[in-house]
């Protein structure tokens, strides 16, 4: 495997269902990002993880919760979902400085599209 | 807050010709980066190319080429001799040079569809 895997690549799930979705990266960068991608709506930056330490967590609601157990791998857990959450969730990794200026680049998986019923 | 505005929702181009999509952003800050992704109907985001502000030169990467305009707060994309292959949305994003928390977004404008026609 190269680059930025995810699975599984759909997912149906009912609102009462926990699902987990995951995410490797085989880059040996050393953070990990969760987007959402809805119809019509910019990317939206979820969750980042820097060294395996959350350093952002964009406002989301608590039914979405992440786990970083190293730099290579991200998970997604969910639990009581809502219809409107229903998207593409792309997970991307770039490989940040410690301090001072970043190296920029982010590489993104292929995605997981979720429907929530 | 930087945002990032793609006025174009929808361009079609004739195979091999040339087009131009288009990008405008809003930083307060000197040192950025510039990305265009694409994304194909497979949905995988793909590094187009990427522009570093404090460069004057443009970048370019084959047949994709960068207009950048950095007092005008404009990225626009030039794909040359376009192929079937390019048909796909296109997304322009910003992120900051700095480390830190807030740093890490990739601040994406809405995209643009590109159809190419046979």
């Known amino acids: 495997e190269t680059g930025v895997t995810q699975t599984p690549r759909h997912l149906v799930m009912g609102m009462t269902n926990k699902k987990s979705l995951k995410c490797e990266q085989h880059?040996?960068?050393?953070?990990m990002y969760w987007y959402k991608q809805s119809a019509k709506k910019p990317l939206e930056l979820m969750f980042v993880y820097n060294f395996k330490e959350q350093t952002e967590n964009n406002s989301v609601p608590s039914r979405f919760s992440p786990e970083c157990p190293n730099s290579s791998h991200l998970f997604l857990h969910l639990h009581t979902l809502q219809p409107e959450d229903s998207a593409l969730y792309l997970c991307a990794s770039s490989q940040e400085q410690t301090s001072g200026y970043s190296t920029d680049t982010q590489y993104f998986g292929p995605g997981t599209r979720l429907t929530v019923l | 807050a930087q945002t990032v505005t793609q006025s174009q929702p929808e361009m079609s181009v004739q195979e091999a010709e040339t087009v131009t999509l288009s990008c405008t952003y809003d930083?307060?800050?000197?040192?950025?980066?510039l990305f265009w992704y694409k994304q194909p109907p497979s949905r995988q985001m793909i590094l187009v190319i990427r522009?570093?502000?404090?460069?004057?030169q443009n970048a370019t990467e084959n047949r994709f080429s960068v207009n950048f305009q950095k007092a005008a707060k404009s990225f626009s994309l030039k794909i040359s001799d376009s192929q079937l292959g390019d048909a796909a949305m296109y997304f322009c994003?910003?992120?900051?040079?700095?480390?830190?928390?807030?740093?890490?977004?990739?601040?994406f404008g809405k995209g643009t569809k590109l159809s190419v026609i046979p």
């Open positions: 522009q570093e502000a404090y460069k004057q």
């Open positions: 930083t307060s800050e000197s040192d950025y980066y």
């Open positions: 994003a910003y992120r900051s040079s700095y480390s830190g928390a807030g740093s890490y977004q990739l601040t």
């Open positions: 880059l040996g960068h050393n953070a």
